[in-house]
């Protein structure tokens, strides 16, 4: 057994209890560096906040390259100013994944609610209501006094229609503003109204009330961008094979690029089947609603394609917590220039709502 040297376990002594105090120093400098990273992540959602509402872009790697070469510049410590770079790329990077969407919980915890030419949208369930395109502007505007009678809040009916195939009804373009401005001017009814380009949406600027962006457009992210700078409500249909991360970040180039009132649209997804023209998917809804504070609609006629199945995919979609119901109707679907086999008639609707709002008292 060696015998105790007291030199040095003295000297062992004292180092760990200067390791033990300089470990400790440094505890107390990640303490300080810890809040200064949540004080510095504070003011960066300050900066993205403004930057949001202004329409500008959140990332700018002209100021990063700023924010670096300005520490670059006052260290002349030759490793720190080799790692700057790296550090900072990451504190970046932590911010970036920090920042909230606009249309999130997180960001918004109450449901949004709108007001749009006096209808309310967010609180009760809605109708929205109206044939797929105007085929007849005289009939379109009687078709809207009647269905004004049983209870629809919004008005739909489309004067620009995305086909498949060009040689198709193309819709009454920009001549059938004249009667959507007819039917609002009769019913007092807000329009919903499909637009596939900034154009049309400026020329048809104040008589729709609402911009409906389509399933094919939902990731036409320069035309979000456009229409969102109108700043008027948008309806915003979900991308036929979209997920839920593409559909509420497309909901985001509208938020924030100008457009405070979106509400979204499932419409149903291309899957396997062929019993019906897509599958409604009712299981985003409560999803959709958990993590956004967005209203949501669902639209049982493009899910369906088929007017048997209307009420079922209107009521399964207000059962899973819809704000609302966008459905096609015409007086005589027969000779619907388009989409006239999922076209219900004017008097199934209030059968529709009536049980849309039972449902509605069921689970609210
Ligand atoms: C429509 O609403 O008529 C329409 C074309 O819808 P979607 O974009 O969902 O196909
Ligand atoms: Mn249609």
Not at 73 to 94: C, N
Not at 336 to 354: C, H, I, K, S, W
């Amino acid at each position: 057994m060696g015998s105790f040297n007291y030199f040095s376990w003295n000297v062992n002594f004292n180092m760990n209890k200067e390791l033990k105090n300089l470990r400790k120093h440094i505890d107390n400098i990640d303490d300080d560096l810890l809040e200064i990273l949540k004080k510095r992540f504070d003011v960066v959602q300050e900066i993205s906040e403004i930057k949001k509402e202004s329409g500008l872009h959140i990332e700018d790697s002209v100021r990063q390259t700023e924010i670096i070469d300005r520490l670059h510049s006052k260290s002349d410590d030759k490793i720190l100013y080799r790692h700057l770079e790296k550090i900072y790329s990451s504190i970046f990077d932590s911010a970036k994944e920090k920042q909230l969407l606009l249309s999130s919980r997180e960001y918004k915890k109450e449901n949004s609610v709108y007001n749009i030419g006096g209808k309310i949208v967010g609180e009760k369930p809605v109708l929205i209501a109206g044939p797929c395109s105007l085929d007849d502007g005289d009939k379109y505007v009687d078709l809207c006094c009647e269905l004004k009678e049983s209870g629809v809040s919004f008005l739909r009916g489309g004067i620009y229609k995305p086909r498949t195939s060009p040689y198709s009804y193309q819709g009454l373009g920009k001549d059938g503003d004249y009667f959507l401005r007819k039917a609002k001017e009769k019913t007092g009814l807000p329009i919903v109204s499909e637009v596939l380009d900034i154009q049309s949406a400026e020329e048809s600027f104040d008589v729709i009330d609402v911009f409906q962006i389509g399933t094919r457009n939902m990731q036409n992210f320069s035309l979000l961008k456009d229409i969102a700078k109108l700043g008027k409500p948008v309806l915003l249909k979900r991308g036929m094979s979209a997920t839920l991360e593409e559909f509420i970040l497309a909901s985001e180039y509208l938020l924030s690029n100008g457009c405070n009132e979106v509400i979204l649209c499932e419409r149903g997804i291309r899957t396997f089947n062929t019993h019906v023209r897509s599958t409604l998917d009712v299981s985003i809804i409560p999803v959709i609603k958990e993590i956004s504070h967005l209203p949501i609609v669902i639209d049982p006629s493009h899910s369906s394609g088929n007017r048997k199945y209307v009420l079922s995919h209107t009521l399964a979609g207000i059962a899973a917590g819809a704000d609302g119901v966008l459905v096609e109707v015409h007086q005589n679907p027969k000779e619907a220039l388009t989409d006239g086999d999922q076209a219900v008639l004017p008097n199934e609707l209030d059968v529709l709502f009536r049980k849309v709002l039972k449902i509605w008292e069921l689970i609210k």
